[in-house]
């Protein structure tokens, strides 16, 4: 795996675990969109959309009068993007890599927002330089990403194969070329590319036992398997004896597991 690969692939399963993740955090991203200052008619735009989620919910909210772009640098990812949307009227998807983007010399929009994509990118500082060229003057730059720090990873009562996959997964996002730390990083990082920031850190429960979040855990195991093998992180007896501890763990009612925590910094773009 080269630096730079994304090391969560694009298979149908990971597109499923994707969907699964945005249905979690879609009350907090439509607040947090709020926040951000988007309202009916404006023009937003969603980094590495993936499945599409976000971008969908933000042409909802725009509504007929404003206008959307996810973009994503993998076209598995766009292609189905485009096969569920039901209307294109204010909604449209596009292939490019955020780390050396053009976009913004052709169009500027009110909301320019990224969510679960940073801790994957090799150039967090001019993935940020290519979101505020995106960005109108005093429009936002949204950015929310983990953090996957040890202690942000809690499950209780203690289970030792969800240490495991924590441990297994930061050291694949490092392989990547990704920070498995960006989330508390993007703060500062908006403030040395001069925005007005403002920043907000959270972290949903997940009760095991109740579908289809409990799965999460065993799903993410799924979408990294290629690479734990490839690059000799597990066994296959190693990684199959984690994932069926997961599975176990994701029906085992009165533990409960914390989501990493997910940082979401708001910038105002003043340039
Ligand atoms: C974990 S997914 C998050 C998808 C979506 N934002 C969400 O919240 O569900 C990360 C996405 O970022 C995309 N991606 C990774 N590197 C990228 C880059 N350099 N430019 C654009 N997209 C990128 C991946 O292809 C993937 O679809």
Redesign the pocket.
Known sequence: MAEGH?I?G?RDSEIAR?EI??SLFEPLTKQTLLNAGLKKGMRCI??????G??TRLMAKMVGETGRVVG????NR?LEYCNRIITSRQNIEFIH????KSQLGSKERFDIVY????FH??TDKRE?VRAMKRLAKKNGSVMIQDLDHAPGSWLCYPENKVFNTLRKVYVALIKKGGGDPLAGRKLYKLLIEESFNVNVDCYSPCILMGQEPYSSLGWQLAESIKPQILEHGLQSEHEYTKMYEGLKKLAKDKGSFVTYSRLFSVLGKNRE
């Open positions: 994304y969560l694009n994707l993740q945005a969603d980094i590495g959309c993936g499945s989620s976000v973009v994503d640098v993998d990812y490019d890599d955020i780390r990224s969510r679960f994509t994957h990118l993935a």
